[in-house]
Nanobody
Framework: QVQLVESGGGSVQAGGSLRLSCAAS????????LAWFRQAPTKEREGVAS???????IYADSVKGRFTISKDDAKNTLYLQMNSLKPEDTAMYYC??????????????????WGQGTQVTVSS
């Protein structure tokens, strides 16, 4: 059974940092493509960052230079390091997986499996 469990969210002041984790089970992150999405109240879900099984990455323009997606194949875990956080980064953050090695995308329809989310709140 595929499962994705996010953790690491919380409340932080603008300029601060958080590191999100997504523990995967039922499949291997080493052979699948993964991504982080976020959704703020009243807004559509937005792709934040994506990583292939080989480690290639892409980012939304709004987070480039501030966020870093990475994974630890041995721990079967995906990460999102978020620095220089802004109030507009406030959202529920979700990790997602696609059962394909070389897929890289920020489109939510491209992903098969989703976690339940972790809340990030950035105050000014």
């Amino acid at each position: 059974q595929v499962q994705l469990v996010e953790s690491g969210g919380g409340s932080v002041q603008a300029g601060g940092s958080l590191r999100l984790s997504c523990a995967a089970s039922g499949f291997s992150v080493s052979s699948n493509s993964l991504a982080w999405f976020r959704q703020a109240p009243t807004k559509e879900r937005e792709g934040v960052a994506s990583i292939t099984s080989y480690g290639s990455t892409i980012y939304a323009d709004s987070v480039k230079g501030r966020f870093t997606i990475s994974k630890d194949d041995a721990k079967n875990t995906l990460y999102l390091q978020m620095n220089s956080l802004k109030p507009e980064d406030t959202a529920m953050y979700y990790c997602a997986a696609r059962r394909q090695r070389l897929w890289i995308s920020l489109e939510s329809n491209d992903y098969n499996d989703w976690g339940q989310g972790t809340q990030v709140t950035v105050s000014s």
